[in-house]
């Protein structure tokens, strides 16, 4: 899937993150993933929430599975470890770096690395593993 391709199944299937993400770059087994600031993802003293840095990790680990087997709403997450590593700086946008680690036909394997725009260590990093539904004509 493209770039334009995942941005839309967002819309459509995920109407509740609709304008949070924006996906910056796809290629083979990789995926940049951006979260749009805005109010609603800051805790008290204007820094990024934990939550939203999972929803980060979370939805890019989706997209780049859906990058390489297509639009499938039904892949699901299994399993997410996340270190939270620095504060991210008050009120700019995050930056996932995925990489797709193992792609199997049940399940698939991703390292997220989530910078905070402008800093050049990452402010957290996770690791996610999603479940991918049986091919319809299995």
């Known amino acids: 899937m493209t770039a334009a391709d995942m941005s839309a199944f967002l819309d459509q299937e995920f109407e509740q993150v609709k304008g949070d993400f924006t996906i910056e770059h796809v290629a083979a087994n990789q995926v940049t993933v951006r979260l749009n600031i805005q109010e609603k993802h800051l805790r008290p003293g204007g820094t990024v929430s934990g939550p939203s840095m999972f929803a980060l990790a979370d939805v890019s680990a989706y997209l780049v599975t859906l990058a390489m087997i297509g639009p499938e709403a039904l892949a699901v997450t299994t399993n997410c ?3 939270f590593m620095r504060k991210p700086a008050a009120g700019v946008d995050l930056i996932a770096h995925v990489r797709l680690l193992k792609l199997g036909r ?3 394997v ?4 989530i910078y905070s725009e402008g800093m050049p260590a ?3 990093r996770a690791s996610l593993t999603y479940a991918i539904p049986p091919a319809k004509n299995a």
Request: charged share 15%; net charge negative.
């Open 81 to 83: 470890s996340i270190d």
């Open 106 to 108: 049940q399940l698939s």
């Open 110 to 113: 991703s390292d997220v690395l």
């Open 122 to 124: 990452p402010v957290a």
